[in-house]
């Protein structure tokens, strides 16, 4: 007798663990419940457990109670990572747990763009889909440098123009750090590669220059040229008179075109009434900005002119240069009687307020 339970112990023991086994496998085989590719979010504070019961109770999947003691058996040391995982049709759980196990998060990016200045920056940003907004748009630029504890008080130039990608959780905190961060990397490197004997003292004067540079021309050729103009000004002592400065400190009365009183008006921005550098930068630049500010390609070209398709004329004397803004005012006035809508106005170095 018994031998006879001895048996019929081991039997069901045995039919037990091929049940179990066999519902194991089918749990772990089983295709997501989804006809469209969805997403699963994990919080932070979230547990395996509440992560799948979650997902059983949105009907994506069944028996959720085995899918937790399997990841407790074979994944008791991985840690939940939180943010977005991508969930497509055909998916099975065993991928789903793959895909937990290796922490793959859906990414998002959001791309800062060269020549953009620091409000523009924080408009991307607050635009940007599923990044958490801990700045108030209330604030002002000086305030968020201050919370940020930024290296100067003004916070414009300081973060470098790229695309950062960023998960859910991340915040608008998270992309200007690591911005900032870049820039000083970047600039520090750019530093090292600068030419002997240049009018500017440090790393800072260089990134006020490489903003101006930036917005002087899209011309990628054409930024050393331009560089080799300001440092030839600064150098002799002459003003720079650049228009974009005269923009940026004209800030919210800005209308779309600059007139004379515009650049008699003083402002600390305004390079045709200050001697040198403004006092901050004006924008964000880029790379190649920055590695022209230092490395001005030599000449003796002093002035520069827009063509009107985004290049420019290069004048060693006062009177080539007025013969040059002459020609293309004429230019350009022709263009905008023939066009609809005109062009932009263009901005002419050097021109006499």
């Known amino acids: 007798m018994t ?13 037990a663990a091929g049940w179990g086994y066999f519902t194991l496998q089918n749990t772990l085989n089983q295709p997501l419940r989804i006809t469209v590719a969805d997403t699963l979010e994990v919080p932070p504070g979230s547990t395996p457990a509440s992560v799948f019961a979650g997902l059983e109770n949105r009907g994506v999947i069944e028996r959720a109670a085995w899918v937790r003691r399997y990841w407790q058996w074979r994944m ?14 055909g998916m099975q759980v065993r991928g789903l747990l793959g895909a937990l196990q290796r922490g793959e998060v859906a990414q998002r990016s959001i791309t800062l763009v060269e ?21 108030p748009r209330d604030w002002s630029n000086e305030q968020v440098a201050a919370e940020l504890e930024l290296s ?53 004067e260089a990134l006020i220059l490489a903003s101006i540079i930036e917005k002087e021309t899209g011309v990628p050729h054409e930024r050393g040229e331009i560089a080799g103009v300001f440092t030839r000004r600064l150098r002799i002592g002459m003003r720079l008179q650049t228009d974009p400065t005269v923009i940026y400190g004209m800030g919210e009365n800005w209308q779309g075109k600059i007139r004379r009183n515009d650049l008699r008006r003083p402002t600390p921005y305004n390079t045709y009434t200050i001697d040198g550098l403004p006092p901050t930068p004006i924008a964000m630049p880029g790379r190649d900005s920055l590695l022209a500010a230092v ?30 803004v002459r020609h293309y ?24 307020p």
């Not at 920056?121 to 990044?131: I, N, Q, T, V």
């Not at 390609?297 to 002119?305: A, C, D, E, I, M």
């Not at 005012?329 to 263009?346: D, F, G, H, K, W």
């Open 295 to 324: 490395n001005p390609k030599p000449g003796r070209s002093l002035y520069f002119v827009a063509r009107g398709d985004g290049s420019h004329v290069f004048s060693e004397t006062l009177q080539q240069h007025n013969r040059a």
């Open 3 to 15: 031998f006879y339970l001895v048996v019929l112990s081991v039997v069901l023991v045995l039919a």
């Open 152 to 204: 100067e008080p003004h916070p414009e130039g300081l973060f470098f123009p790229d695309t950062y990608l960023y998960t859910l959780g991340m915040s608008d905190r998270d992309i200007l750090r690591r911005a900032h961060q870049r820039m000083q990397q970047v600039l520090a490197e750019v530093w090292e590669q600068r030419a002997e004997d240049l009018p500017i003292s440090t790393p800072y």
């Open 329 to 352: 005012q004429i230019l350009n006035r022709a263009t905008n009687y023939r066009s609809s809508p005109p062009p932009a106005e263009s901005s002419a170095s050097g021109e006499t």
């Open 115 to 135: 020549g953009w200045n620091f409000s523009q920056f924080r408009d991307a940003l607050a635009r940007a889909e599923r990044l958490q907004q801990t700045l």
């Open 76 to 89: 008791p040391d991985t840690i939940l990572q939180v943010g977005e995982y991508r969930l497509e049709p």
